[in-house]
């Protein structure tokens, strides 16, 4: 099973963690509930552990919000609270159990199997393949009578294609079930383990227990009719949607409107309910701004989600009323207001004549299979191309993710853009869609952000938009937009122009020298990248714990770098960046790791390090740092604020030491450095 276990105790989750992994489950830990919403919103779980007193989000009502979103797998809450008014609190929130701490982990494992057998989605049956069998119970598998040993990757790989024995798994969704975050390998690690897989299996004669369906993923190979066993017919525990065969691009299209357009029917015309709500208000005299603020944000969505669902009429009706909302003379445009309400509840009524057509545009799956991109190729299996789009509508969310996989698109939808950062790097994207008007952060800061981050810089930007102004449009392109569509086109349309700039982005990458590509340096600091250098921060951390050797973890943060880049331009702040590596490079202890951690951060990991010696470290970067030269620029003064934590006093996992120095390092900002 895929387990989230939400808990802010930094003793007890990563315990936790380690029990249940050690009964194969995948295992994943948010320290608040903000992080354990974002977690859940992301990824298919089976369980949720969640404490009550949680930062950010109390336990009970992210609780609440993830059951009113739709969440259906098992919760049980862990907390110390053993009043029966607790309880019901808890129960009546959603939860299926109510686990006072401190209990066993015996205790919490048989809560666990007794809430799982409710929910009937995972039993500890005999999973079955012809002479192959697998005990979930005692972790044993043979193959007539005849034991397997293999490694804990390698059984719950095949434990997940006996479990779902007509299911097509590609690589990203095997990573996605198999490894928690953030030590989430590349696909490569998959196929390695995939093959290894199967070379066991063929050694005692379990020769093509698993498949390669072309183009799609991996799959338990069917029996043949004359076998008498059969996979056991366990519930699923993981929704995979299976892949829709229409005869023709154009007909699955349409197929996927008329379906989307029943599934989406009852909350547009919610929307159309909350248009005449303000329209009332304002004809009454008594429109409040946030009510007036309310509906130019629900007509901004219509203009968008209409011309998707094929209502182009409807979508620039909506984008008339969203401009009258802007204006100033709004209290003198009710009447006007109310002509356009009525135009687009005339359009949307009746189903039977307004049925979303589709422009006929040839779209062809076959050009997703040429674009083989260097660092994602299999001989084997083509890894999907991932997309993530950016938009606070969750319509357009659910419309890409339905047309868009069946050209061997992934789409990663992200709502809230205070998450991007973190959802990027976990993804890790071929192009990236983004929408203007969102909350607190819009999409023109995002493609500023992306286009001067020394990792993304190179990554694809479409916005999917409802401007059409050329004021706008030239905006978007001088910020390093790529293309841009308008929401109000047709599917066909949208997945064309996906496509060409997905194959506009593997000519570039095949330009590229491949040694580039998978250089672990930083090509401006000449320092270690954060995600290459993870391994590397993870096997140094296990040579401390084999050597009883301490580890001190330092974040180093350029302070305002933001407004030195603005004052000085981005040449500055390169300058800035390289001056700052090449004084550490000089000043640490050998054998400690350099790694650009962020786009104005550093992190050091030196082993051998006390805590005094470690302060002794930092006070020699500050004060190499404000002797810094960087070009006569004088004015502009530079310093740092840190962060550090040690190992063992601090923690024993790299996670661990690298949120207590983000901790450090923000009190210290906090305090002014």
Avoid at 50 to 64: E, S, V
Avoid at 259 to 279: H, M, V
């Amino acid at each position: 099973m895929r387990i989230l276990i939400t808990e802010d105790d930094p003793i007890l989750a990563p315990m936790l963690k380690k029990a249940l992994t050690h009964q194969h489950h995948v295992v994943d830990i948010a320290h608040d509930g903000e992080i354990g919403w974002e977690y859940a919103d992301t990824l298919t779980y089976d369980l949720i552990l969640l404490d009550i007193d949680l930062p950010k989000l109390d336990g009970l009502n992210l609780c609440h919000r993830l059951r009113q979103e739709g969440y259906q797998g098992a919760i049980i809450l862990l907390t110390a609270k053993q009043e029966s008014t607790d309880k019901v609190k808890g129960l009546d929130a959603g939860a299926d159990d109510y686990v006072v701490k401190p209990c066993t982990l015996e205790e919490l494992n048989a809560r666990i199997r007794a809430v799982m057998r409710r929910q009937q989605t995972y039993t500890q049956s005999l999973l079955i393949w012809g002479d192959l069998s697998l005990n979930p119970k005692t972790f044993e598998v043979t193959y007539q009578q005849k034991n397997l040993s293999l490694s804990a990757k390698e059984y719950s790989l095949l434990e997940l294609f006996l479990r779902h024995p007509q299911r097509i798994f590609s690589s990203s969704s095997i990573l996605d079930y198999l490894w928690s975050f953030p030590d989430s390998p590349g696909e490569d690690t998959v196929r390695a383990h995939v093959k290894r897989l199967r070379r066991k299996l063929k050694n005692v004669g379990a020769d093509g227990v698993i498949e390669t369906i072309y183009g799609m993923g991996y799959r338990l190979k069917t029996l043949p009719p004359k076998a008498t066993e059969a996979p056991s017919p366990t519930p699923p525990i993981i929704p995979i949607a299976e892949p829709q065969k229409l005869e023709t691009p154009e007909a699955q299209t349409e197929a996927v409107i008329a379906e989307l357009w029943e599934s989406f029917k009852g909350p547009i015309l919610e929307r159309l309910t909350l248009l005449e709500d303000a329209i009332a208000d304002l004809e009454q005299g008594t429109l409040s701004e946030d009510m007036r603020q309310e509906g130019q944000r629900t007509a901004h969505k219509l203009v968008g989600s209409l011309g998707m669902f094929g209502y182009p009429q409807g979508s620039e009706i909506a984008r008339l009323m969203e401009m009258i909302f802007q204006s100033d003379n709004v209290r003198h445009k009710g009447h006007e207001l109310r002509s356009h309400l009525r135009h687009l509840q005339t359009l949307l009524t009746p189903p039977e004549q307004q049925t979303a057509k589709t422009e006929e545009i040839p779209v062809q799956p076959k050009e997703v299979s040429s674009l083989d991109f260097p660092d994602r190729q299999d001989s084997d299996l083509p890894a999907p191309l991932i997309l993530l789009a950016v938009d606070d509508d969750p319509l357009i969310h659910q419309r890409l993710t339905t047309c868009l996989p069946p050209w061997g698109i992934d789409v990663i939808p992200l709502g809230d853009p205070h998450n991007f950062w973190k959802t990027l790097k976990q993804v890790q994207p071929h192009l990236l869609i983004l929408d203007i008007d969102m909350p607190d952060i819009t999409g023109l800061e995002l493609c500023e952000a992306v286009r001067n981050h020394p990792d993304w810089n190179n990554l694809p930007i479409l916005f999917l938009t409802t401007y059409k102004d050329p004021e706008t449009i030239n905006r978007l392109y001088s910020l390093g937009a790529d293309d841009y569509v308008n929401k109000t086109a047709t599917d066909p349309e949208l997945v064309t122009r996906i496509l060409n700039r997905l194959e506009r982005y593997q000519l570039l990458q095949s330009r590229l020298n491949l040694s580039s590509q998978i250089d672990p340096y930083d090509e401006l600091t000449d320092v270690l990248r954060r995600y290459q250098a993870w391994t590397q921060l993870e096997h140094q951390l296990e040579r401390c714990h084999q050597d009883r050797q301490s580890l001190a973890v330092i974040i180093l943060d350029i302070d305002r770098f933001r407004q030195i880049n603005q004052q000085g331009g981005y040449r500055l702040g390169d300058r800035v960046l390289k001056s700052i590596a090449q004084i550490l490079l000089e000043q640490v202890p050998p054998k400690t790791l350099i790694t650009r951690w962020g786009d104005d951060q550093f992190l050091l990991a030196a082993p051998g390090l006390n805590p005094r010696q470690t302060e002794r470290l930092i006070q020699q970067i500050l004060i190499q740092v404000d002797r810094m030269d960087i070009g006569g620029l004088k004015p502009i003064k530079i310093t740092l604020s840190s962060g550090c934590a040690q190992f063992p006093d601090h923690g024993q996992e790299l996670e661990q030491l690298c949120q207590r120095a983000e901790n450090a390092l923000h009190l210290a900002q906090k305090k002014g450095g």
